[in-house]
């Protein structure tokens, strides 16, 4: 038997500065993340035979997980899952946040342009009311844009999340306060591209 565990971070809490900044990584990744992670184990507990399941499967059968813990698994889960995705997903190496490959192929043919793209993905994470997400996932192998509430994965939905912005005030509140905007244009500087690529093309 498994416990779920808080990864470890490839890159400093410094290293995305001036985008995000340090002391806003280090409570997002050693408090919220980890209480995901914690609350996780603790509903799992009571049916221990699902630490050996692939956290994806039970996410994406959710209807399946024992009503008790359904909520929980749904909640905690989903927040490690999204995080997990989250904290890869970004980085430091200028030569990784080259928006190229594959993936940018795909966003121009499906979104017309780089910059359609980040308006549409822009829009949608400035229209989540509360605390939620905003997606590019993967869709009957077309790609969408999407926003889910809380931490609800979008698999929930089977869809394959490759690129998420978490729009949680925790993700901003220190240096931003109130504007999400600011953050979420600062976060299209630090989006590793590399992996995003790596994400599609496992698909
Ligand atoms: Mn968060």
């Known amino acids: 038997m498994q416990k779920h565990e808080l990864p470890k971070l490839s890159y400093s809490y410094d290293a995305l500065e001036p985008f995000i900044d ?4 280090e409570i997002h990744h050693t408090k919220h993340h980890q209480t995901y992670v914690d609350k996780l184990n603790v509903a799992l507990e009571k049916h221990s035979e699902l630490f050996d399941k692939d956290l994806k499967e039970l996410i994406k059968n959710i209807n399946l997980v024992p009503e008790d813990i359904r909520t929980a698994v749904k909640n905690h889960g989903g927040g490690h899952l999204n995080h997990s995705l989250y904290w890869q997903i970004m980085t430091s190496d200028k030569k990784e946040r080259k928006f190229e490959g594959k993936i940018a ?21 400035l229209g989540v009311f509360g605390s939620g997400w905003a997606w590019l996932v993967v869709s009957n192998g077309k790609l969408e844009i999407i926003s889910t509430p809380n931490q609800d994965s979008p698999l929930i939905q089977n869809k394959i999340p490759i690129l998420g912005i978490d729009v949680w005030e925790h993700a901003y509140y220190i240096l931003r306060q109130n504007r999400r905007n600011d953050y979420v244009e600062a976060f299209f500087n630090v989006i590793n591209w590399k992996k995003v690529n790596e994400n599609f093309k496992i698909i």
Do not use: P
């Open 105 to 125: 192929d795909e966003i121009k043919k499906i979104f017309g342009s780089y910059d359609e793209f980040k308006k549409k993905l822009t829009e949608v994470a």
């Open 22 to 25: 340090t002391k806003t990584m």
